[in-house]
Structures are given as structure tokens and as C-alpha cells.
């Protein structure tokens, strides 16, 4: 079976489905895993481990020139504790680049708030129904708050729909390696 990310409709039982009204951007990306015993978060944490370079690099550009207009320093994608377990990660802590807002085994909302966007991802998983495997659905959602975020979204916009399925293809090579 070939397994690469595809672009997808965002999971209706999913607790960001709530978050699309008046969004500014939004896209869902998954792909099929058989480590079926992985919580939402844990999928997260081995997929943003296997960062592509070029992700990070581009979050290093992004720190660096977003700190001339203010905008904080998120770190990098791949910067994730590696030996934290998901299960450790409290609502309000950091997981690489995004804070958690919950977690719970089959959804973990994580993200990052500020005056210019609201940022909000869902790792969402569902088991099928042999249970052999299960579809992992990452969501972003994206509410825009002024002028800056706006133009902060003209290369994110672009640059999301190259990040996320690359990222998302981190958990495929990790599985194929294991």
C-alpha cells in the first residue's frame, strides 16, 4: 500500500470542526498508520521529529525576520523534547513551536494565540474498524486578528500547503524505518 499525505475534508467529530466558522485560512492533510496504539500527540511528536530541514530553516528565516516587526520567537518544528512522552505534555506546556490547549488519546489541539493570528492544529486519529490502522488528520486552522496577520499569511499561505504534508510524511518515513 503507498502512503504519502493527502490533502483531506477536515474529520467532522473533530473539535476543531468548531473552530472553522469566520476562519481565515484552514486545510487538513493525513495519512494511514499502523501504530495504532499512538495517541493524537504521540503521532504529532514523531512526525514533527522528522522535520525536513528545509522546514526548520525556513522557521529560522521566519524568527529572524519576524523579529524585526515583533513577532516572537516560536523556535523550530523539529525542536520537540525528544525523550517527553506525549502523556507529559499538560495543557499550557510547549511541544516544539505550539502550546497544547488539549489532549485527549484520539484529538490534541495545540497551537499559539497572539495579538496578530490565532493559530490551532488538530492531530485528530481514527482507528479503522479492524483496527490494523488509523488515519491521522492534521488541521490547521487560522483566524486572522489585523493588518500584520494578514500579511504574515501571504507566504505562510503558500509555503502551509508545502510545510504540512511534508511534516505529515516525517511519520510515514519513521514507520518505514521502524
Same mark, same amino acid.
Given at each position: 500500500?503507498?502512503?504519502?499525505?493527502?490533502?483531506?475534508?477536515?474529520?467532522?467529530?473533530?473539535?476543531?470542526?468548531?473552530?472553522?466558522?469566520?476562519?481565515?485560512?484552514?486545510?487538513?492533510?493525513? /495519512?494511514?498508520?499502523?501504530? @495504532?496504539?499512538?495517541?493524537?500527540? !504521540?503521532?504529532?511528536?514523531?512526525?514533527?521529529?522528522?522535520?525536513?530541514?528545509?522546514?526548520?530553516?525556513?522557521? %529560522?528565516?521566519?524568527?529572524?525576520? #519576524? #523579529?524585526?516587526?515583533?513577532?516572537?520567537?516560536?523556535?523550530?518544528?523539529?525542536?520537540? *523534547?525528544?525523550?517527553?512522552?506525549?502523556? !507529559?505534555?499538560?495543557?499550557?506546556?510547549?511541544? #516544539?513551536?505550539?502550546?497544547?490547549?488539549?489532549?485527549?488519546? =484520539?484529538?490534541?489541539? /495545540?497551537? !499559539?494565540?497572539?495579538?496578530?493570528?490565532? @493559530?490551532?492544529?488538530? /492531530?485528530?486519529?481514527?482507528?479503522?474498524? =479492524?483496527?490494523?490502522? @488509523?488515519? %491521522?488528520? @492534521?488541521?490547521?486552522? /487560522?483566524?486572522?486578528?489585523?493588518?500584520? #496577520?494578514?500579511?504574515?499569511?501571504?507566504?505562510?499561505?503558500?509555503?502551509?500547503?508545502?510545510?504540512?504534508?511534508?511534516?505529515?510524511?516525517?511519520?510515514?518515513?519513521?514507520?518505514? *524505518? *521502524?
Amino acid at each position: 500500500m503507498k502512503n504519502h499525505p493527502t490533502e483531506t475534508e477536515v474529520p467532522a467529530n473533530s473539535r476543531i470542526a468548531e473552530l472553522l466558522d469566520g476562519a481565515s485560512f484552514y486545510d487538513a492533510w493525513s /495519512i494511514r498508520s499502523t501504530d @495504532v496504539t499512538l495517541s493524537a500527540l !504521540d503521532h504529532f511528536i514523531v512526525a514533527a521529529k522528522q522535520t525536513p530541514r528545509w522546514i526548520d530553516a525556513c522557521m %529560522i528565516l521566519r524568527n529572524r525576520l #519576524g #523579529g524585526l516587526v515583533g513577532l516572537k520567537n516560536l523556535g523550530t518544528l523539529s525542536g520537540v *523534547a525528544a525523550d517527553k512522552p506525549a502523556s !507529559d505534555f499538560e495543557p499550557g506546556s510547549r511541544v #516544539g513551536i505550539f502550546t497544547v490547549f488539549e489532549s485527549r488519546f =484520539d484529538e490534541a489541539l /495545540i497551537g !499559539d494565540k497572539d495579538k496578530h493570528l490565532d @493559530v490551532v492544529l488538530s /492531530i485528530h486519529r481514527s482507528e479503522s474498524p =479492524d483496527g490494523k490502522h @488509523v488515519t %491521522i488528520t @492534521v488541521t490547521t486552522v /487560522i483566524h486572522v486578528k489585523n493588518r500584520l #496577520g494578514r500579511i504574515y499569511m501571504l507566504p505562510v499561505k503558500p509555503m502551509h500547503r508545502l510545510i504540512a504534508p511534508a511534516v505529515l510524511a516525517g511519520k510515514i518515513r519513521a514507520e518505514q *524505518a *521502524a
